[in-house]
């Protein structure tokens, strides 16, 4: 693709430096014995998992996350190195590729952890047993003492450590606060158990983002697992945070001005005329839509955008490929001129945008579409 066309009609700007500056702030909460295990599933939360990933190697990071053997083939083809865990389920009859890209695999709960001692393969899978504390979605059950020590015992695999997941770390209330230090307890004293029985547990870890903002680790795990934070936003703006970090946003979301006209009062703009001028305005178009990501479900929610430092308002229906947006009281405003839809000068944060969609920026952000072009900025010279 010609690189002309990077900045052509919307693109995501990611600014590595930032990205830097989160693993740091991150690493300052964590016990220095913890380590980061990076999330770049949904291509990095749409930061682009290859770019990133290469650049958390060269700071030094050797852990990464993914959701599918897919992403993890597609790192290791990237020449990404370290170990790159599988948090989702891969079909026995692909473990093979499992092995063969030397990735590492989540046993999903306790039929998977005993079927895939049956598959015949070239070396040892690597295998961690997910432990279910109580999100009731994957894992082998925190109180299956016995059979986990079991598959410990296994010849067959090659089990690398242990992890459980919080469902509701993020909240303040005082019921949910009380169910987190539940689902820690149940793990901590299934690792403790096998421990005092002589095991080798491994490496164990529970906390993503907000496990890490919320609930201490004491040095007791051997990593976190940051996915959000790492990417410098909060999943929304009413999520708890106990421990205040200093996060920088890594993506910027940017399009064109393509098109400014003059409407009278009481014409409409967009499909199903759902935007109407009370008085003569100004209003431009702008080269960004729902098919790259940017919510449909914004349309008409008072939503702002910046254009040459001042905010103006998205009007009506956002389109498949385009929307509009209230120039009026901008000046000098021309075609070609770059609107922001999330990042700053002024702010306009990923976590408005999502509240405004009804959703939290994970979702967002991960779903910023394909036909986005990916702009890295700020790459520090030395690295
Ligand atoms: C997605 C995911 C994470 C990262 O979650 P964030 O809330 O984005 O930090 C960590 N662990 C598991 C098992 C996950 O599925």
């Given at each position: ?55 958390l190697n ?57 079927r895939i ?34 598959i410990y ?231």
């Open positions: 693709m010609p690189s002309s066309l990077a900045k052509e009609r919307a693109w995501i700007e990611v600014n590595l430096a930032h990205l830097e500056d989160n693993v740091h702030a991150i690493q300052k909460v964590i016990s220095p014995s913890t380590k980061i295990m990076a999330v770049v599933k949904a291509d990095a939360y749409g930061h682009g998992s290859i770019e990133v990933s290469k650049y060269r700071l030094g990071i050797e852990d990464f996350a993914v959701a599918t053997l897919e992403e993890g083939i597609l790192l290791r083809e990237n020449h990404i190195k370290g170990n790159i865990l599988i948090l989702g389920y891969t079909s026995p009859q692909n473990l093979r590729l499992v092995v063969e890209y030397d990735l590492i695999q989540t046993a999903v709960d306790k039929e998977y952890a005993t001692l049956h598959v015949p393969l070239k070396r040892k899978l690597k295998v961690y047993l997910k432990i279910n504390t109580g999100m009731n979605r994957l894992g082998i059950s925190y109180d299956d003492v016995d059979f986990i020590k079991e015992k296994k010849q067959e695999i090659d089990v690398v450590g242990m992890y459980s997941h919080f469902c509701v770390a993020d909240s303040k209330e005082k019921e949910n606060i009380e169910f987190s230090n539940l689902q820690q307890t149940r793990f901590n004293t299934l690792v403790k158990t096998l421990k005092t029985s002589g095991y080798n547990v491994g490496k164990v870890h529970m906390q993503s983002s907000y496990g890490i903002l919320n609930y201490n680790e004491n040095g007791s795990y051997d990593y976190v697992r940051p996915g959000i934070i790492l990417y410098g936003v909060h999943s929304d703006t009413n999520a708890y945070v106990k421990r205040q970090i200093d996060l920088k946003p890594v993506l910027s979301l940017k399009a064109k001005i393509t098109s400014i006209k003059e409407i009278e009062a009481g014409e409409t703009v967009s499909y199903g005329r759902t935007y109407q001028a009370s008085k003569q305005e100004k209003i431009a178009s702008v080269s960004i839509g729902y098919a790259d990501g940017y919510p449909r479900e914004i349309s008409n929610k008072g939503a702002k955008v910046v254009v040459n430092n001042q905010y103006a308002e998205i009007i009506g229906r956002i389109c498949m490929d385009q929307l509009v947006i209230n120039v009026t009281n901008i000046s000098e405003i021309k075609v070609g001129d770059i609107v922001t839809l999330i990042g700053n000068t002024p702010f306009i944060t990923a976590e408005e945008v999502a509240e405004k969609a009804g959703s939290i920026t994970n979702e967002l952000l991960c779903r910023l579409g394909t036909r986005l072009h990916k702009v890295y900025i700020n790459k520090r010279e030395e690295l």
